[in-house]
Every structure is written in structure tokens, then in C-alpha cells.
């Protein structure tokens, strides 16, 4: 059977490796969105306050599995929040009870609610030697701050700045950098054979910076990192169809709100959660790579971070365009979905 033949697909269960769940109404009102497809996801620890110690992601995990809808099959995976105050013992501690999977650093200042961030990477090596020593992956924002560099540059920046030196000084850590936007950052996960991978969005495989700037600005089209040109856009297509182990999957679906983006300091984050597997079949049906869509969002992620697959599959099948809500509501207002700007016509139907 050839590529354009295949109108059915079944995979292991996806996982998403890079969620916001957020808290409260919005747990509630986005969480059905993921369980419905995917079996576990890395959930993003940037509440306010930030999840920082072992004994909050306990008592989140806590509040996600009671917001779960009746007979999901989803796995929580928590993160910490990297400060420069965490306790090396708390992190090793919380990894060793199975409470959190990762830790995740962002800069300070690099994104949404990343005030307590990392300044001085210095301060948080006690940290990361600990989770070298113990297999612990870290998640990197990888973005620099400094408002000299151009939000355009600031991956690209981030990688000879800070990434390049901090695996020099910690080798055995390993590291997810997540939702990469660039060929550079495409190109430096490539070179490096250990211990790096790298997650990639369903919104980064879709959108160039654009679909936010030209026409109007589309504030539902804005997150960090910001989308980039088209030739950066298609580096990411081609690593995500490629099959090579070191991408995978993660989302980033980020709820804020419509009246927390359409302001004239609207909120990044982009809402995905409702239709990701719709897009992402369409895009590597597109590029011709139906059959490697199963590593990219089922297999990849789980051998990186040392677990097994799910046991449990998903079916998708090829029809007549798909429908799916333009908003949710949430007790804080309506949350738009994603428009990917093309018909979808791949639904999970099992
Ligand atoms: C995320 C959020 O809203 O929490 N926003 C985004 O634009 N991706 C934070 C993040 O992952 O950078
Ligand atoms: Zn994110």
C-alpha cells in the first residue's frame, strides 16, 4: 500500500511531552482535551506560585487526578521548578518516590510566569549534578532574556550561550530542549549524540511567524518562542518526519483565555490540546511520512525518558473535514482552539 492509499491508522497511544494543564476552572475545562488522545504527558509546573518542591507536585498531581474525567487512562508525569533556591535532596528525593519525572528550567523572565527562573546557572549546579547522577532529565526553556538580543535570535543564542557551556560543565545530564523553533537548534540536537533531545509542537510544525504578523496581528497565533521563518519551520518538519529518536512530541497547548490574549499585552501561549492529533496526522500525511508518525509522537519521547511505550492504541481514520469548537468555555471565559488555517480530515475515532 502506498502512502496516499492509507486512510486508516493505528498507533500506540500518544503521549505529550510538554503540557500546560494550568490550575482550578482551567484544569477542568482543558484536561478532557488531553486525556481524550494522549496516555501521559510532562505537565509544565509554571502555577502561580510554581510548583517547587516535592510536596506541591504531590498535592497538584493531587488536584489533576481528582479533575480527571470518569475512566481516563492518563498518567500525570509532574516537573519541578528549577530556582536558584531548590534543594539538591528534595529533587532527589521527590525522583526517587516516583512524585516528579523531571525538572524544568526557564530563564527568568523568558516566559510565562517565569519570574523565579534561573539568573545565575552557577547557583543551580548542586541541582543538576544530582540529576545527572540520578537520570533525571532536565526541560530548558532555551531562550536568553537579555533584552539586547532580538526575540527572534534568542534560541539560537541561548544554545552557544548557555546550553553549549552548561553541558560542557554537567555531561551526563540529560536534556529535552523544549518546543525548539530553529534549524540551529534542529541542526545542535543532530550533532550531539548523548544524552539531548528535543521536543517540538504541533503549532511550530504549522505556523511561521507570518500567519502572526502578516494580514493583522493574530494574537491566537502568539507564543514562546515565537514562530520563526518558513525555512525554520520546515527544519522542524523535517526532524519531527524523520523518525530520529531525539525528537518527539510536546505539545506545549497553553490555555490563556480570550480575554487574556486580546489585550495590548496579550498572553503567548497557544491552545492545541483539542485537535493536535488531527494536525499532526495531517502534517506528516502531507509531507508523505504517515508511517512515521507513530515515533514521533508514541515512541521518541518514552525512550528518552527511560519508560515504556503505551500498551494501549489509537485509531485514526481519513474523511470528510473534521469539526472541532472554535472556543471552550471555562469559568474565566472562552479559550480558542488552534486553527491550523486548512481543513483537518483525520479523526481519532477508537
Ligand atoms: C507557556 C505558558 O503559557 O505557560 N506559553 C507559551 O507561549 N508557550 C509557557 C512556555 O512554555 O513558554
Ligand atoms: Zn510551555
Known amino acids: 500500500m502506498t502512502e496516499t492509499d492509507i486512510t486508516r491508522l493505528t498507533i500506540r497511544r500518544p503521549d505529550d511531552w510538554h503540557l500546560h494543564l494550568r490550575d482550578g476552572a482551567m484544569l477542568r475545562a482543558v484536561l478532557p482535551e488531553t486525556t481524550r488522545h494522549f496516555g501521559r504527558a510532562i505537565i509544565m509546573p509554571n502555577l502561580v506560585p510554581p510548583v517547587v518542591s516535592g510536596a506541591q507536585a504531590v498535592a497538584y498531581r493531587d488536584r489533576i487526578l481528582a479533575a480527571l474525567p470518569a475512566g481516563a487512562n492518563f498518567t500525570p508525569l509532574m516537573t519541578l521548578y528549577l530556582t536558584e533556591e531548590t534543594d539538591p535532596t528534595d529533587v532527589r528525593r521527590a525522583h526517587a518516590d516516583g512524585i516528579a519525572t523531571a525538572v524544568k528550567l526557564y530563564p527568568a523572565g523568558a516566559t510565562t510566569n517565569s519570574a523565579s527562573g534561573v539568573r545565575d546557572f552557577d547557583k543551580v549546579r548542586p541541582v543538576l549534578e544530582v540529576m545527572a547522577e540520578i537520570g533525571m532529565p532536565l526541560c530548558v526553556h532555551g531562550e536568553v532574556t537579555d533584552s539586547a538580543i532580538d526575540i527572534f535570535d534568542r534560541e539560537a543564542v541561548f544554545i552557544d550561550k548557555v546550553l553549549k557551556p552548561l553541558r560542557k560543565k554537567v555531561p551526563d545530564l540529560k536534556i529535552v530542549m523544549e518546543h525548539v523553533t530553529t534549524q540551529n537548534a534542529v541542526d545542535y540536537v543532530r550533532d550531539s549524540h548523548k544524552n539531548?533531545?528535543?521536543?517540538?509542537?504541533?503549532?511550530?510544525?504549522?505556523?511561521?511567524?507570518?500567519?502572526?504578523?502578516?494580514?493583522?496581528?493574530?494574537?491566537?497565533?502568539?507564543?514562546?518562542?515565537?514562530?520563526?521563518?518558513?525555512?525554520?519551520?520546515?527544519?522542524?518538519?523535517?526532524?519531527?518526519?524523520?523518525?530520529?529518536?531525539?525528537?518527539?512530541?510536546?505539545?506545549?497547548?497553553?490555555?490563556?483565555?480570550?480575554?487574556?490574549?486580546?489585550?495590548?499585552?496579550?498572553?503567548?501561549?497557544?491552545?492545541?490540546?483539542?485537535?493536535?492529533?488531527?494536525?499532526?496526522?495531517?502534517?506528516?500525511?502531507?509531507?508523505?511520512?504517515?508511517?512515521?508518525?507513530?515515533?514521533?509522537?508514541?515512541?521518541?519521547?518514552?525512550?528518552?525518558?527511560?519508560?515504556?511505550?503505551?500498551?494501549?492504541?489509537?485509531?485514526?481514520?481519513?474523511?470528510?473535514?473534521?469539526?472541532?469548537?472554535?472556543?471552550?468555555?471555562?469559568?474565566d471565559g472562552p479559550l480558542t482552539v488552534f486553527d491550523p488555517g486548512f481543513d483537518l480530515h483525520w479523526r481519532v475515532v477508537d
Not at 515565537?226 to 497553553?254: M, N, P, Y
Not at 483565555?257 to 492545541?272: H, N, R, S, Y
Not at 499532526?280 to 519521547?301: D, H, I, Q, R
Not at 525518558?305 to 471552550?328: Q, R, S
Open 196 to 331: 539531548l533531545a528535543a521536543t517540538i509542537t504541533t503549532h511550530h510544525l504549522i505556523i511561521n511567524r507570518n500567519h502572526i504578523l502578516a494580514g493583522g496581528i493574530k494574537p491566537h497565533y502568539y507564543c514562546l518562542p515565537v514562530a520563526k521563518r518558513e525555512a525554520h519551520r520546515i527544519a522542524l518538519v523535517q526532524a519531527a518526519i524523520s523518525g530520529d529518536k531525539r525528537f518527539f512530541l510536546g505539545t506545549d497547548s497553553a490555555p490563556h483565555t480570550d480575554p487574556a490574549k486580546l489585550q495590548p499585552c496579550g498572553c503567548a501561549g497557544i491552545f492545541t490540546a483539542p485537535n493536535t492529533m488531527s494536525c499532526l496526522t495531517e502534517v506528516f500525511e502531507v509531507a508523505g511520512k504517515l508511517k512515521k508518525l507513530e515515533a514521533f509522537a508514541s515512541l521518541n519521547g518514552p525512550q528518552f525518558y527511560g519508560l515504556p511505550p503505551n500498551d494501549a492504541t489509537i485509531t485514526l481514520e481519513k474523511g470528510a473535514p473534521v469539526t472541532y469548537p472554535a472556543t471552550i468555555p471555562t469559568d
